[in-house]
Nanobody, 125 residues
Framework: VQLQASGGGLVQAGGSLRLSCAASGRTFSNGVMGWFRQAPGKEREFVAARRWSGGTTSYADSVKGRFTISRDNAKNTAYLQMNSLKPEDTAVYYC???????????????????WGQGTLVTVSS
C-alpha cells in the first residue's frame, strides 16, 4: 500500500491541526493505520493507531485526550485530529500501515510495513 501524508504546518500552542493519510494500492480492510512522530534529535515514537475495520484504537499517553485517529472508508484516508497542541508536539509526523496486528503490537514501529513521507508539524509557544 502507498501512503501520502499531508496537513502539517505551523500553529500556535493551544491550536489544532488535522493530518491526513491517503492510502492507495493494496486493499486495507484488514489493516491497521498508525501515526508516528520524530522530533529533531529524537527517535521516532508512536502516536496513535486504529484498526481500519472496527473501532480498536491505541494512543500514546502523551496525546490521550488531545489527539483522535479516524478514517474515511470511502476516501481510503486516515486522519489525525490534533487539539490543544503543545510545543513538545513539534515533529515530523509519519503515517504507517500494517496488517494482522494485535493490540499490544500496534505501538511498535517494526509492526508496520508501509510508511508515508512525513509531514512537519511546528507548534510555537
Amino acid at each position: 500500500v502507498q501512503l501520502q501524508a499531508s496537513g502539517g504546518g505551523l500553529v500556535q500552542a493551544g491550536g489544532s491541526l488535522r493530518l491526513s493519510c491517503a492510502a492507495s494500492g493494496r486493499t486495507f480492510s484488514n489493516g491497521v493505520m498508525g501515526w508516528f512522530r520524530q522530533a529533531p534529535g529524537k527517535e521516532r515514537e508512536f502516536v496513535a493507531a486504529r484498526r481500519w475495520s472496527g473501532g480498536t484504537t491505541s494512543y500514546a499517553d502523551s496525546v490521550k485526550g488531545r489527539f483522535t485517529i479516524s478514517r474515511d472508508n470511502a476516501k481510503n484516508t486516515a486522519y489525525l485530529q490534533m487539539n490543544s497542541l503543545k510545543p513538545e508536539d513539534t515533529a515530523v509526523y509519519y503515517c504507517a500501515a500494517g496488517y494482522n496486528m494485535i493490540l499490544s503490537t500496534m505501538q511498535l514501529i517494526r509492526a508496520y510495513d508501509s510508511w508515508g513521507q512525513g509531514t512537519l508539524v511546528t507548534v510555537s509557544s
